[in-house]
């Protein structure tokens, strides 16, 4: 009941403030990747000196998006009074501080219907769709309402949209305003991977204006370099010009645990993309996995949950590509992965205790990845 009332009031307070101040806002939406490309939109125009104010957890709908207007969290102890005391102190006195040049939010669903309340609370003026891929399956129940329910973030942005026209199943529907693509060589921007090593990739980023050549990123996965490619869109659409985004992408990092390279013990590197396990973010690590040059390659996978009636198909993409002549070792975590991925992998050729190595908790998995990386 007090969370409730804490929400209301705190929603309400959050559109007063948009409607008066007037920021230019934008909303990231899409299956996979939101939290990620907010990252990089906000911290490339923050590197050419915009006021800009955004939310780096993935705070997507109710009281955390509420709260994001504001760059605040929500406390740990949701009872606390002094807690909400200091947080209503700090929006009172964001009434009174500079409008930021762009506020970027984060809108994620969960149900049919989740899209319409996010706009009802906040139509932004600029949106950015970065995919449709299966999510929350057991409530969306189909991919094509997955589609139609992402895809109303465009239809609701007042001035104009960009969406990745890659990730997007089936044929685009018609806009009745303006949209930009990106994703492929026919779209409005795209990349090409020149290489991928344990320092990064070397990218040709492209747009219909401009090419950015030999650009090194700390980016490695395919499906966030096409993410940046939509960011860097973007940012030329607000007039950032070539030479200042060509020198900001080279500064920009992955988002903590969302496919971000880290030094490990006894000269080893982890793909730390532990966020959000989901059947298109497992094919997205594997693939960059595979990719970088290194002598021995392991994977670890946890459970993938909210699937509902895909979790057998979604494992089974995932299997399609773990392979024992590319990844010598796979250790499993959890009792979803184990009773689904397990038996398929033992049939390609993994051996159990050998090269597959099965685990209830992830400190389990520790200890043992820990005293056998050599």
Same mark, same amino acid.
């Given at each position: 009941?007090?969370?409730?009332?804490?929400?209301?009031?705190?929603?309400?307070?959050?559109?007063?403030?948009?409607?008066?101040?007037?920021?230019?806002?934008?909303?990231?939406?899409?299956?996979?990747?939101?939290?990620?490309?907010?990252?990089?939109?906000?911290?490339?125009?923050?590197?050419?000196?915009? &006021?800009? +104010?955004?939310?780096?957890?993935?705070?997507?709908?109710?009281?955390?998006?509420?709260?994001?207007?504001?760059?605040?969290?929500?406390?740990?102890?949701?009872?606390?009074?002094?807690?909400?005391?200091? %947080?209503?102190?700090?929006? %009172?006195?964001?009434?009174?501080?500079?409008?930021?040049?762009?506020?970027?939010?984060?809108?994620?669903?969960?149900?049919?219907?989740?899209?319409?309340?996010?706009?009802?609370?906040?139509?932004? &003026?600029?949106?950015?769709?970065?995919?449709?891929?299966?999510?929350?399956?057991?409530?969306?129940?189909?991919?094509?309402?997955?589609?139609?329910?992402?895809?109303?973030?465009? @239809?609701?942005?007042?001035?104009?949209?960009?969406?990745?026209?890659?990730?997007?199943?089936?044929?685009?529907?018609?806009?009745?305003?303006?949209?930009?693509?990106?994703?492929?060589?026919?779209?409005?921007?795209?990349?090409?991977?020149?290489?991928?090593?344990?320092?990064?990739?070397?990218?040709?980023?492209?747009?219909? &204006?401009?090419? @950015? &050549?030999?650009?090194?990123?700390?980016?490695?996965?395919?499906?966030?370099? +096409?993410?940046?490619?939509?960011?860097?869109?973007?940012?030329?659409?607000?007039?950032?010009?070539?030479?200042?985004?060509?020198?900001?992408?080279?500064?920009?990092?992955?988002?903590?645990?969302?496919? +971000?390279?880290?030094?490990?013990?006894?000269?080893?590197?982890?793909?730390?993309?532990?966020?959000?396990?989901?059947?298109?973010?497992? %094919?997205?690590?594997?693939?960059?996995?595979?990719?970088?040059?290194?002598?021995?390659?392991?994977?670890?996978?946890?459970?993938?949950?909210?699937?509902?009636?895909?979790?057998?198909?979604?494992?089974?993409? %995932?299997?399609? @590509?773990?392979?024992?002549?590319?990844?010598?070792?796979?250790?499993?975590?959890?009792?979803?992965?184990?009773?689904?991925?397990?038996?398929?992998?033992?049939?390609?050729?993994?051996?159990?205790?050998?090269?597959?190595?099965?685990?209830?908790?992830?400190?389990?998995?520790?200890?043992?990845? +820990?005293?056998?990386?050599?």
């Amino acid at each position: 009941m007090l969370k409730k009332i804490i929400e209301f009031k705190t929603k309400k307070i959050a559109q007063v403030y948009l409607k008066f101040k007037k920021p230019t806002t934008i909303a990231i939406a899409g299956s996979v990747g939101k939290t990620s490309t907010k990252g990089y939109l906000a911290n490339l125009l923050l590197e050419n000196g915009f &006021n800009v +104010r955004w939310m780096d957890d993935s705070y997507n709908n109710g009281l955390g998006l509420y709260l994001s207007v504001f760059s605040l969290k929500v406390p740990s102890d949701i009872k606390s009074i002094s807690g909400w005391f200091s %947080i209503f102190c700090n929006i %009172i006195f964001e009434f009174f501080k500079k409008t930021p040049d762009y506020l970027i939010l984060e809108y994620g669903i969960d149900h049919p219907g989740d899209m319409d309340d996010l706009i009802k609370f906040h139509a932004p &003026n600029i949106s950015m769709l970065t995919a449709v891929t299966p999510e929350h399956m057991e409530y969306m129940k189909t991919l094509d309402n997955v589609k139609n329910e992402e895809l109303k973030i465009v @239809y609701g942005a007042r001035d104009w949209s960009i969406v990745n026209c890659f990730d997007m199943p089936g044929s685009m529907p018609k806009f009745d305003k303006k949209v930009y693509f990106y994703g492929n060589v026919d779209s409005d921007a795209w990349f090409e991977i020149e290489r991928i090593t344990t320092d990064g990739s070397e990218v040709n980023f492209y747009t219909v &204006n401009n090419k @950015y &050549n030999k650009i090194h990123s700390l980016i490695l996965s395919k499906e966030l370099l +096409r993410q940046m490619s939509g960011v860097l869109l973007l940012a030329e659409k607000l007039g950032v010009n070539k030479d200042d985004i060509g020198r900001s992408i080279a500064n920009i990092e992955p988002a903590n645990s969302r496919m +971000r390279l880290l030094k490990g013990i006894n000269n080893s590197f982890i793909l730390d993309d532990s966020a959000n396990f989901s059947p298109s973010a497992g %094919i997205s690590a594997l693939k960059t996995l595979v990719q970088i040059d290194s002598k021995h390659k392991l994977a670890v996978l946890g459970n993938m949950h909210e699937l509902g009636a895909e979790v057998s198909e979604a494992f089974k993409q %995932i299997s399609e @590509y773990i392979n024992v002549t590319e990844i010598e070792k796979v250790v499993l975590v959890g009792d979803i992965v184990s009773k689904y991925l397990a038996p398929v992998l033992v049939k390609k050729g993994y051996i159990k205790d050998e090269s597959l190595f099965i685990f209830n908790t992830s400190i389990e998995a520790g200890i043992y990845i +820990r005293d056998n990386i050599n």
